[in-house]
């Protein structure tokens, strides 16, 4: 069973950048695509990027264009969202998630997605 550990949330004022980080077990061939999702209190669970193993296919919610940048080490398992110029409307509990090895398109549809980490709250200050 392959689990997904996150790391790096918190508390960052606006203007200010975060980067989160996820690690899934199980080795490089364990997972294929790598996404990020976010849930903000009363809403919805919504898509925020997704990479493919290879690194080469990307997508990312329009909301998020210009500001977030999401990057794969393959060979580590490991997939990093790095988020500059964070407001506060991007307060919200963010959840790494990973298909099975079989996927190889980025997607923001989260039924694609078959291992969810636990979330990790990220807050930002006005």
């Known amino acids: 069973q392959v689990q997904l550990v996150e790391s790096g949330g918190g508390l960052v004022q606006a203007g200010g950048s975060l980067r989160l980080s996820c690690t899934a077990s199980g080795g490089t061939f364990s997972v294929g695509v790598m996404g990020w999702f976010r849930q903000a209190p009363g809403k919805e669970r919504v898509a925020v990027g997704a990479i493919s193993r290879s690194g080469d296919n990307f997508w990312y919610a329009d909301f998020v264009k210009g500001r977030f940048t999401i990057a794969r080490d393959a060979a580590k398992s490991t997939v990093i969202l790095q988020m500059n110029s964070l407001n506060p409307e991007d307060t919200a509990v963010y959840y790494c998630?990973?298909?099975?090895?079989?996927?190889?398109?980025?997607?923001?549809?989260?039924?694609?997605?078959?291992?969810w980490g636990q979330g990790t709250q990220v807050t930002v200050s006005s």
């Open positions: 998630a990973a298909t099975e090895p079989s996927y190889s398109l980025a997607s923001p549809q989260s039924a694609t997605y078959a291992y």
